[in-house]
């Protein structure tokens, strides 16, 4: 089975940027794109295969057909027929919402499949580009929805300049909000349910607020306060740097200047690489080989024991 190219899923936001079509090559006019789903599972917003054997063929259906030679032996027990994985590019014009996400407990309560834990890996974004993430200081539920109410809720988040490089680990239950001048890629589990505390009184296009969830937000709030939310790594060159091993996916940061053999054969799980810059080829074992560049997201499945990666390419490497 060959690697796989899906086709994106542009989403028009308020709040969305111009820095997604030019940096996927794509030929479109659409403008405000804020997200392009590169690789998702999630319901009615399925990645359709771009190429090959099974081009147009959902990524859900493709799971049913290929089962644990796609995601692997205890990814189809753990998942079923979804895929476990939602990968984007985002590109923050202005300010996100302050959001909050649930836990697969909480989530299930509420006749949800899962919650939902993610991670940022910040691209090159404008020089004045912030974020949001975590607590700093102590509140209780009660001051927190206090402060919603009046509009003094940022006051209690940590807030990050950032750079290219710069990654950031949110379980379910960390507060968040992405800044205007951020793009950057997103990891997560599959699952699109996000609580909206609060969006700095903005209004839609046709003038209306957007529907808030304070009090369900309080209820999953992580209300532990940290020293620093951002998570610290070493970069290296032509080697493999681990960002984020959690029960949900690992991420690792490969910058290649020299050819590399990667060797799968003892993982029981697909592989996501997700371009950051640069452009390269990746040669299967049968010889098999797949363009690859910046602004491109690539599934390999389970079956695939070894990749060499040549070029010169920044990219992530994501698997369950």
């Known amino acids: 089975m060959n690697i796989l190219k899906f086709k994106p899923l542009l989403k028009t936001t308020i709040w969305g940027g111009e820095k997604i079509v030019p940096f996927k090559h794509l030929d479109s006019n659409e403008k405000q794109v804020g997200e392009s789903w590169e690789v998702s599972g999630v319901k009615d917003n399925e990645s359709i295969v771009a ?29 079923g027929n979804e895929f476990p994985l939602l990968v984007k590019f985002i590109d923050a014009r202005q300010q996100l919402s302050i959001q909050v996400h649930p836990t697969d407990e909480q989530a299930q309560a509420l006749g949800k499949s899962r919650g939902k834990t993610e991670m940022w890996y910040v691209m090159k974004s404008d020089a004045d580009a912030s974020l949001r993430s975590g607590l700093k200081q102590q509140i209780t539920p009660e001051e927190y929805t206090a402060m919603v109410e009046n509009d003094t809720i940022t006051d209690a988040l940590a807030e990050y300049s950032v750079k290219e490089g710069d990654v950031f680990f949110l379980p379910a239950g960390r507060i968040h909000s992405i800044g205007a001048g951020c793009f950057l890629a997103e990891i997560q589990e599959t699952s699109d349910i996000t609580y909206r505390i609060y969006d700095f009184k903005r209004k839609d296009k046709e003038g209306n607020y957007r529907q808030l969830h304070t009090k369900e937000a309080a209820a999953c709030i992580d209300y532990t306060v940290y020293p620093d939310y951002r998570t610290k790594y070493e970069p290296r060159k032509d080697e493999p740097v681990e960002l984020v091993r959690c029960p949900y996916f690992t991420t690792s940061v490969y910058d290649l200047t020299e050819p590399m053999t990667i060797d799968y054969s003892d993982l029981d799980s697909f592989v996501i690489f997700v371009g950051l810059s640069g452009s390269g080829e990746i040669t299967d074992a049968e010889g098999n080989v797949t363009p690859f560049q910046a602004g491109e997201s690539v599934l390999l499945p389970a079956t695939m024991t070894t990749v060499k990666v040549s070029g010169t390419i920044k990219f992530l490497e994501s698997y369950v």
Do not use: C, P, Q
């Open 51 to 79: 190429e090959g054997d099974y081009a147009g063929w959902k990524l859900n259906d493709l799971v049913a057909s290929l089962k644990d030679k796609l995601v692997g032996k205890e990814n189809y027990e753990r998942f």
